[in-house]
């Protein structure tokens, strides 16, 4: 079974800074990783992917994140954080490539300070 | 754009009354997904949908609940007999589209926020 972990429910940064949302994941096969954003009152916003090749990935607005197989991670960063940045982060995993279902993390919050 | 637009947004009922949600892609699509959010807990996987036909489901989505595209184009969620633990936002969602994310990226509606009462 796959499955998710963002280890930190909330994360707060000050505008500027680096910042960055853990994940990790489990499955029995190779890992197709995604992250996703949720502003207030939003759908789930696609940031990025991972399904093969390049271990660092870079998505919208700024955004990139890491695939590291040893420590099954997927952290998502970026570089200098802004206030619009504030949401709800969730990470996501299938392992299969004929099965789309998606597996979420309990996602994180992160909100960056003026 | 988004993918999927979402009716209505927000639905308040009664226990034990039906409910349906609607799913509206804008563009030709072959995958469906619900999904819900119960407030404060993460994204959980209802059911798949690929030629008309259920293609998986979750634990969660029992007899109560059925999905179709009874005009070919809206994707429908139906709970026949809702119950208080229904209360939770709803999420459609499509595989591909112009989003950036390539055919197998799922990109999902704004919701519906369903509140039993």
């Known amino acids: 079974a796959q499955s998710v972990a963002q280890p930190e429910d909330q994360v707060n940064v000050a505008e500027g800074n680096p910042l960055t949302v853990k994940c990790t994941y489990s499955v029995s096969g190779n890992p197709y990783l995604f992250w996703y954003v949720q502003y207030p009152n939003r759908g789930l916003q696609f940031l990025l992917k991972y399904i093969t090749g390049d271990n660092l990935v870079k998505g919208s607005y700024g955004f990139e994140a890491e695939f590291n197989k040893s420590q099954t991670s997927f952290h998502l960063k970026k570089p200098s954080a802004l206030v619009s940045d504030s949401a709800l982060y969730f990470c996501?995993?299938?392992?299969?490539?004929?099965?789309?279902?998606?597996?979420f993390g309990a996602g994180t919050t992160v909100t960056v300070r003026a | 754009e988004p993918e999927v637009t979402q009716t209505p947004s927000h639905q308040v009922t009664q226990m034990g009354q039906e409910v349906i949600l609607r799913c509206v892609p804008i563009s030709n699509h072959l995958y469906f997904y619900w999904y819900r959010q119960i407030l404060g807990q993460k994204v959980e996987f209802l059911v798949s949908f690929y030629n008309n036909e259920i293609s998986e489901k979750s634990e969660i989505f029992d007899d109560q609940f059925s999905v179709e595209r009874p005009d070919g184009s809206n994707f429908t969620l139906k709970i026949r007999s809702t119950k208080l633990e229904d209360s939770a936002m709803y999420f459609c969602?499509?595989?591909?589209?112009?989003?950036?994310?390539?055919?197998?990226?799922?990109?999902f509606g704004p919701g519906t926020r369903l509140t039993v009462l």
């Open positions: 996501a995993v299938r392992d299969m490539p004929d099965d789309y279902k998606l597996s």
């Open positions: 969602a499509v595989l591909g589209g112009a989003g950036g994310g390539g055919t197998d990226t799922q990109y």
